[in-house]
C-alpha cells in the first residue's frame, strides 16, 4: 500500500472539522497570526504577513469551496447508491410479498377444499347418526324387529334365488305359516327359514350394567331362545311335507359370532331337534348351494334333449365333411387345369420363339422334314397361334 504524502494526511485532517469547523480554525490561526506579529515586527511587515494571511485565507476558502463541491458530489453520490438499493430492496421486498402472497392464497384454498371435504364427512355422519337412531328404533319395538329381521332374509333369498324357487309366508297343513320355504330339488320337502329371533332378551343381555343383572338376561335369554328353538321344530318340521331340518336366521353376525362363543349349549340342543342356526353370510352360502343343486337338475332334466342336439350336430358336421371334400376335389381338378393350360402356353411360346430366330437360307438347303400330323387345337390355343403367326409376319 502507497504511503499517503503530508499534503493529504492534512486534508484528511481537516476534512474532519467540517466546513464550520474549518473556518473557525482559519480564524484562530489568523488572529494567532496577528497577535504575533504586533508582539515581535513592525508594522509594515505586519501588513506584509496579513496580506499573506489573506492570500492564505483566500486560498483556503477555494479548498474548502472545492471540499464543499466533493462533500456535495459525494453525498450525491452516496444519496443515488441510497436510492438504488432502497430500490432494489423495495423490488424483492415486494416479489416476496407476491409470492407469500400467493403462497397463502394457495393454501387457503387448499384449506377450503378440506373444510369443504371435512364439511362433506361431517354431513355423511350426521345422516349415518339419524340412521342409527332409525336403527334403534326400528330395533326397540318387537313387532318391528321381527319385520326388520325378515326383510333383510327375504333380501338375501330373493337376490340368490330365481322367482319360483322360494315363497314368503306359506300356510303349511297344520296352519302355521313359516317366514320363509324355499323349494329342493328332485321333487324334494320345501326347507322352512324362520327369522324371528328374540332380540329383546339379547339387548338385555348387553345392556347389563352388573354381574348379576348380566347372569340373570343370560337365563333369560337362554330360555327364550329355547322356546323358540321347540317352537320352531313343532310347528315347521311337519313330515312328509317340509324338511326334517329348518333354519333359523339371525340377523347380525357379532350376535351369531357371540352365541357359538359363549352359548355352546344352545347350539348342541338347536342341532339335536334339528334347527341349524345361520347368519346372512351362512344363509347366502346355503342359498348358493340350492342354486347350484337347482341347475344341475335341470341340466339332468334336459340332459336328453342335449343329447339329441350333439346327434343333429354330429349329422350336420358329416354332411359338411362331405361337402367339404367334393369341393376340394373340384379344386383339384381346376388346379390341375390350370396347370396344364400353363404348360401349353409355355411349348407355344418356345416354339413361336424357334420359328423367330429360324434361318431361311440353311432352310431352303436342307431336305424339308416331314411335318406332323396336325392335330385339333383348342379354340382357345388356334386363336393364340394365329396372332403369334401375325406378329412374326409383321417383324419380317
Not at 142 to 148: H, P
Not at 252 to 263: R, T
Not at 366 to 387: H, Y
Request: aromatic fraction near 4%.
Amino acid at each position: 500500500m502507497e504511503q499517503a504524502s503530508p499534503a493529504q494526511n492534512l486534508m484528511a485532517w481537516l476534512s474532519g472539522f467540517g466546513p464550520g469547523g474549518l473556518v473557525a480554525l482559519a480564524l484562530g490561526v489568523l488572529l494567532i497570526g496577528v497577535l504575533f506579529l504586533r508582539r515581535n515586527g513592525g508594522r509594515d511587515q505586519a501588513e506584509a504577513q496579513m496580506a499573506e494571511l489573506m492570500r492564505a485565507q483566500a486560498d483556503l476558502n477555494g479548498r474548502l469551496a472545492a471540499m464543499a463541491d466533493v462533500f456535495g458530489t459525494r453525498q450525491a453520490e452516496l444519496n443515488q447508491s441510497i436510492g438504488q438499493r432502497l430500490d432494489g430492496m423495495s423490488q424483492r421486498i415486494g416479489a416476496t410479498l407476491t409470492e407469500q402472497t400467493r403462497h397463502t392464497h394457495e393454501n387457503l384454498r387448499r384449506l377450503q377444499e378440506r373444510l369443504a371435504v371435512i364439511d362433506a364427512a361431517q354431513s355423511n355422519i350426521q345422516t349415518l347418526a339419524k340412521d342409527v337412531v332409525g336403527l334403534q328404533a326400528i330395533l326397540s319395538n318387537k313387532q318391528t324387529r321381527g319385520a326388520f329381521g325378515q326383510a333383510r332374509m327375504e333380501a338375501i333369498v330373493a337376490d340368490g334365488l330365481p322367482m319360483g324357487a322360494y315363497a314368503f309366508q306359506t300356510t303349511l297343513s297344520n296352519g302355521s305359516r313359516p317366514d320363509c320355504t324355499i323349494r329342493m330339488p328332485n321333487g324334494a320337502p320345501p326347507l322352512v327359514v324362520d327369522a324371528k329371533f328374540p332380540l329383546e332378551a339379547w339387548n338385555a343381555l348387553r345392556a347389563a350394567a352388573s354381574p348379576e343383572a348380566a347372569r340373570l338376561a343370560t337365563q333369560q335369554f337362554r330360555r327364550d331362545l329355547d322356546t323358540h328353538i321347540r317352537d320352531i321344530a313343532q310347528k315347521y318340521l311337519v313330515t312328509g311335507e317340509t324338511q326334517e331340518t329348518a333354519f333359523l336366521f339371525v340377523p347380525s353376525e357379532s350376535i351369531f359370532a357371540d352365541i357359538h362363543e359363549h352359548h355352546e349349549a344352545i347350539i348342541q340342543r338347536a342341532q339335536r331337534q334339528r334347527i341349524v342356526i345361520v347368519s346372512p353370510s351362512l344363509l347366502m352360502l346355503s342359498i348358493q348351494v340350492i342354486q347350484s343343486v337347482l341347475k344341475d337338475q335341470r341340466m339332468r332334466e334336459q340332459a336328453h334333449v342335449i343329447q339329441g342336439e350333439v346327434a343333429h350336430l354330429l349329422g350336420d358336421l358329416a354332411r359338411l365333411d362331405d361337402r367339404v371334400a367334393k369341393l376340394q376335389s373340384h379344386f383339384s381338378a381346376a388346379q390341375k387345369d390350370v396347370e396344364m393350360i400353363a404348360v401349353s402356353g409355355t411349348k407355344m411360346m418356345k416354339r413361336g420363339e424357334k420359328i423367330v430366330s429360324l434361318d431361311f437360307a440353311e432352310t431352303a438347303a436342307t431336305p424339308a422334314a416331314t411335318p406332323p400330323e396336325p392335330q385339333p387345337a383348342p379354340r382357345g390355343v388356334e386363336s393364340r397361334t394365329g396372332l403369334l403367326k401375325l406378329r412374326v409376319v409383321d417383324e419380317d
